[in-house]
């Protein structure tokens, strides 16, 4: 009797597991930041005579993901994914002849990051879902590119690493809706929002935010 029950259970779990996927999935993403932002950019502000606009970064992602089936409609979703994010900080130089001339600064924060989503995910009719959950964010790298030019001509462009202490951990949340086609192909778009602030000693609160689209395969 017991040997037909573990039996059992061993049959039950190696289906539950046979049924786990795993997936990858890429695309492209715009990013920027929420709160005080241009503040950490004083001296760009003050050259400018306050005349700057925020724009936000595009760059890309792409990952992996598993889909464990949690019951019916229902599945937790782990990943792990390499994401650009950051933001672009533009300002045109003060005085009549340098506005004709089109002269502007623009500073790029150029953040790499691995995100860790864990998501919970419920299907809504056949192959439309919608998902949400915690995301862990993991900066490796953290770079500015200041660039300078006027009449459309580059006069200046380089990268540099960002001295500031910035938080090499992000927490943060990821919701979205998706559609999963049964050949394996899927479609999706999110919303990621940072809930810590980047800067490490909370010297300006400015947080990381934004959009993902991506396309998808699972195994």
Sequence with gaps: MVVVLLAGLSTQSFAQVSQVRVGLKAGYSVTGWQGEAVQSFKDLIEYTNGNVETRMRQGFHAGAYLSIPLGAGFEFEPGVQYAQKGMVLEGRMPGENVQVLNAKVTITNKAEYIDVPLLAKVYIGEGFNLFAGPQVSFLVSNKVNVSAGALGFSAYN??????????????GFSAGAGYQLQNGLNVSGSYDMGLTTIDDNADYKSYNQGFKASVGYRF
């Design 158 to 171: 380089s990268d540099f690493n960002w001295n500031t202490p910035q938080r090499t951990v992000d927490v």
